[in-house]
């Protein structure tokens, strides 16, 4: 028996193919971490976006000044940087997560050349399309026991789309918008038109619209909010499958699920920390410690990485399954991804 796992959403796709630990650690363990200030301006600029596509004559100052306010206030100011505290809780919050960094997402959007995404002029079908399909076929078939509790069915794809859109071709098209930047984790390398071909989260998107949901979607469209840059994808639906059912099927028999361990996965990663504080669950593994001799010759004592210290439990010959008994947090849904 390979990984635990009952569904999967383009995000845990995304996660398994960069790092299969982080995406263990992410969805069968249940550790979960609080967003950080790009991803807070990504989800304010989408609910900006939703809000007008469905109320397009909205005064859009005020409508990003409410929203970008909604989500502020939910900050807990404790969990600021000392470098962007002021002096008061509201201005640090300001600072951490500034609404010019939204004001500067929509203008690009809505400024882009030769293309504009101002969804006041566009056809809007759906926004935040939310799917959860099952696969009811022979090879997405999982059976498995954790924690006393049998699991049994067939693979399910989750997820949420930004936007569908009629274009100008009257083509169904299916847009995505991205707060991080277009860059591959592993070499830090800007991604090119044809890494996005291989991108399995629009491709995901395109095969549930087309063959589940009854959307005959042409194209797919990836739109970098601060880079101002876009890309158009088509998909063929058989290949998609053929690769879900790969992964799937890699999962499925997975006894140790590898690191990507490059340079620049650790940089924003936060399984790279040596503790558990930036982690919303208590810590699951007691911090261990190695010695280590600097390049002054000195003996130091440093502390694993939280995806060292998971590592070293299948190093020490422990199986996923095992693994998940010991360590899987206790309000943990493997049938459901809760961002808390
Ligand atoms: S720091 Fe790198 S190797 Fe460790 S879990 Fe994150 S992506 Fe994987």
Not at 36 to 62: W, Y
Not at 125 to 139: A, G, M, N, Q, Y
Not at 191 to 196: A, I
Request: hydrophobic share 35%; aromatic share 12%; with cysteine.
């Amino acid at each position: 028996m390979g990984l635990p796992i009952t569904f999967l959403r383009s995000s845990s796709i995304k996660e398994y193919l960069d790092c299969p630990l982080r995406f263990f650690a992410s969805y069968c363990l249940g550790l979960r971490f609080p967003s950080g200030p790009s991803a807070i301006s990504g989800t304010i600029f989408h609910e900006i976006m939703e809000e007008l596509a469905h109320n397009k004559d909205a005064d859009l100052d005020e409508l990003t000044e409410r929203i970008y306010k909604k989500h502020i206030d939910q900050i807990d100011p404790a969990r600021i940087p000392k470098t962007y505290q002021r002096k008061t809780p509201e201005s640090s919050v300001r600072t951490w997560v500034p609404l010019k960094k939204v004001k500067n997402s929509i203008v690009n959007v809505m400024s882009m050349s030769p293309r504009s995404f101002d969804v006041r002029h566009m056809d809007v079908l759906r926004t935040e399309l939310k799917f959860d399909v099952e696969i009811k076929e022979p090879w997405a078939n999982y059976s498995f026991e954790l924690r006393g509790k049998h699991h049994e069915g067939y693979l399910r794809l989750k997820g949420s789309i930004d936007l569908v859109i009629r274009n100008e071709n009257g083509e169904l098209e299916i847009i995505d918008w991205k707060s991080g930047r277009s860059e591959d984790m592993s070499t830090g390398e800007p991604k090119t038109f044809e890494s996005y071909c291989e991108d399995m989260q629009m491709a995901l998107y395109s095969y549930v619209c087309r063959k589940y949901l009854g959307l005959d979607i042409s194209y797919t469209t990836l739109v970098f909010l601060n880079e101002g840059q876009c890309f158009s994808v088509q998909f063929d639906d058989d290949l998609v499958e053929e690769r879900i059912k790969t992964i799937w099927q890699e999962i499925q028999s997975c006894d140790r699920p590898t690191k990507n361990d490059s340079l620049f996965c650790q940089r924003f990663c936060p399984y790279s920390k040596s503790c558990f504080d930036v982690i919303t669950t208590k810590p699951l593994v007691k911090p261990r410690e190695y010695d280590w001799v600097n390049e002054a010759g000195l003996l130091e004592h440093k502390t694993y990485r939280i995806c060292g210290q998971l590592w070293n439990y299948f190093v020490g010959g422990y199986t996923p399954m095992q693994v998940c008994e010991a360590l899987m947090r206790d309000n943990h849904n493997i049938d459901q991804y809760v961002n808390t």
